[in-house]
Nanobody, 121 residues
């Protein structure tokens, strides 16, 4: 069983930065592609970023390109989302996911519980 635990969310002002972390249990971390999704109130969950098992390939949704960076440390079983130049529209619950990467699309198998990010204007 794989368990994912996110941390690092919080309340920030527009233009600030945050780094989310997702710690993953189990010995097979490097076998999984990892990703971040988010869900704003009243909206569907949407893809934010993904990274291959080796970390050699990354993908971002257009709305966060040049602002958000996904990375992973396979020695620490942890994936990160560095979020810079945050905007109020980035406010959402952010979910970490582990799964399979088909091109730029992550197909999650496991989900974390989510961490709230709130950006005030």
């Amino acid at each position: 069983q794989v368990q994912l635990v996110e941390s690092g969310g919080g309340l920030v002002q527009a233009g600030d930065s945050l780094r989310l972390s997702c710690a993953v249990s189990g010995r097979t971390f490097s076998r999984y592609a990892m990703g971040w999704f988010r869900q704003a109130p009243g909206k569907e969950r949407e893809f934010v970023a993904a990274i291959s098992g080796s970390g050699g390939r990354t993908y971002n949704t257009d709305s966060v390109k040049d602002r958000f960076t996904i990375s992973r440390d396979n020695a620490k079983n942890t994936v990160y989302l560095q979020m810079n130049s945050l905007k109020p529209e980035d406010t959402a619950v952010y979910y970490c996911a582990a799964g399979l990467l088909a091109g730029p699309i992550l197909h999650p198998t496991y989900w974390g519980q989510g961490t709230q990010v709130t950006v005030s204007s």
